[in-house]
């Protein structure tokens, strides 16, 4: 399962009525290969879901992750910061075994 905190549902709910989103479209968390880890989260938001993808709901988020991507995320909670130290979303990833100082890639 991946888990969403309250910031993070705050800010995806902001983003989506700001774009003019329908609650169709579902928040799509994925990993693809680069990084100074090896491996980068990316964040989008879309309104199909794939025979394969595996969908999660936290909070009224929904989430939907590919199979191959889940195999990396699973455990992990979508958080965000918009303190002093950095703005965005990130990822409190239990399967990594390594990650950049910007938090935006891993490596398992």
Do not use: H, W
């Amino acid at each position: 399962m991946i888990t969403v905190s309250d910031k993070a549902k705050e800010k995806v709910e902001r983003l989506r009525s700001d774009a003019g989103l329908t609650d169709a479209f579902r928040l799509r968390a994925s990993v693809a290969g680069g990084g100074c880890s090896g491996l980068s989260y990316k964040l989008d938001f879309d309104d199909e879901v794939k025979p394969m993808d595996q969908e999660f709901e936290d909070k009224g988020v929904r989430v939907v992750v590919d199979m191959k991507s889940f195999l990396y995320l699973a455990g992990t909670e979508l958080d965000f910061s918009d303190g002093l130290n950095g703005k965005g979303f990130f990822f409190n990833n239990p399967n990594a075994s390594r990650t950049c100082g910007c938090g935006e890639s891993f490596s398992v």
